[in-house]
């Protein structure tokens, strides 16, 4: 599993039944244009009015969050290639999409993406879709885009000034990119990666729910009404942001990328209007930027944030003697919960996702590539990668759900998969294409290691199993706010997607 990062969508209309006026977004991708009608472009008139409207936008996005303007928004026009070129060039020289690229195959492995998948040219594809307007924090510039109505742009344009407001608060390029580019080679710096994992998905949910919401009150401004007047309509919202309609690139993609480019929408309105309601709007805006959640179980559990609770982390303990030998680490972390919501709804549905993801308790995983695999051809192979992961669950029956699920999943991954009898009822091995698989229940957890020889999955298992012990799972320390998190599996697509700007799928209909 990648480093995971983010991906940012966009509302792409407005409720008719909660009150909102019907949006209909100009950046779709557009019917394909014959070569004697060009596309329509806004007139320079036009242009100058959107331009000095962004003043009085910035004005409404500092009342709405309390988040003071310290210097002026510089902004910028923006026409389709150009969008497009931005993207790309984020594409070819963000360090989250290189983290995505060299990830891809350990997803491949996890079953999250097809093995015929190709990443690069989907998500070319999807961005050109979703994009519908950006702030980018190294120019301190909010881009308007020219081929988009300028009363359709104002919205989108009020959700990328939240942006410009919350970067002169903490200067987002740095306060929302805490993840390391190096493998952790070391026990040590496992555990350190792993402690501070999930760090940078959280915090795009932060940012871009604080803007969803302050997109959300000033489409309602014309009907008096706000999010904390009607707080059930962030649920029809959310309901609204799951649909793939009218986005037929997105209605196709892989559930983890269509999680990852939702979640920082979806769930990050819903913390902020929680924190809002329990705890006013300082605490769901400054103070969710001067004290951001951890992880995405706190995003989705904002009372646990309040509260001050850190998600459990399994403990991984050394397992260098027994990989290092055959394997250079690829990749580690956590399974957050947003993680163990894709995997179980890929293995089980939705309504297995639901019941599980409410018994999770904390997980971890590492994939090591094979040492003798050395080229390119050989390194994008998902047979080179070996695989272990341990899931934490608040009961038994949970954990032993989970591991069933487990196991259905494996026939979709591999060719020949026979089990092996055991004489153990809580062993279940499996011969497979790329290796053995071992599944391990005891109690509360599962363990799975993919691809090692079986002899060494089961010394991983007792190892890493007996680690735990019989108490509760330590909890996250994050004090140290320097310190740099790894990540989770969703993480790489969140981040990258959210720096990229504003998705369609996050608009309103």
Known sequence: MPSARALRTLFVSLLCASGFAALAFAAQSPAPQSPTKPEKRITPEQAQKLFKSVDELLQFASFTTGLPIQAPVKRALSSRSEVEKYLLDKLNDDQDAKRMQQGEVVLRKFGLLDRDFHLRPFLIELLKEQIAGYYDPKTKTVYILNWVDPETQKPVLVHELTHALQDQRVHLETWSDQTPDTVSQTASEDNDHIARDEMDTARDAVTEGQAMAVFVNYELKPTGRTLLSDPALVQKLEDEMSSTSGSPVLARAPLLLSQSLIFPYQEGLGFTQDLWMDMGRNAAFAGALDHPPSSSWQIINPRFYEQRRQPPIPILPDIHPLVDA????????????????????????????????????????????????????????????????????????????????????????????????????????????????????????????????????????????????????????????????????????????????????????
């Open 326 to 509: 055959q394997y250079r680490p690829i990749d580690i972390g956590q399974i957050g919960q947003l993680d163990l919501r894709i995997l179980t709804t890929l293995y089980g549905g939705p309504a297995a996702a639901r019941s599980l993801s409410s018994a999770w308790n904390g997980g971890i995983y590492w994939a090591g590539q094979l040492r003798s695999a050395t080229t390119p051809q050989t390194q994008s192979q998902t047979s080179s990668i070996a695989l272990l992961y341990l899931s934490s669950w608040t009961n038994s029956a949970a954990a032993r759900a989970f591991a069933t699920l487990d196991a259905r999943e494996l026939a979709l991954k591999y060719d020949n998969v026979r089990p092996i009898p055991q004489s153990d009822p809580d062993d279940r091995v499996f011969s497979t294409s790329e290796g053995t698989v071992l599944i391990r229940i005891h109690d509360r957890y599962v363990f799975t290691a993919e691809s090692f020889d079986l002899d060494t999955a089961r010394k991983l298992a007792d190892l890493i199993i007996g680690a735990q012990g019989t108490g509760e799972l330590r909890m996250a320390d994050l004090q140290d706010n320097h310190a740099q998190p790894d990540s989770t599996l969703t993480a790489p697509y969140i981040h990258f997607f959210a720096a990229c700007g504003l998705m369609k799928a996050a608009l309103i209909r």
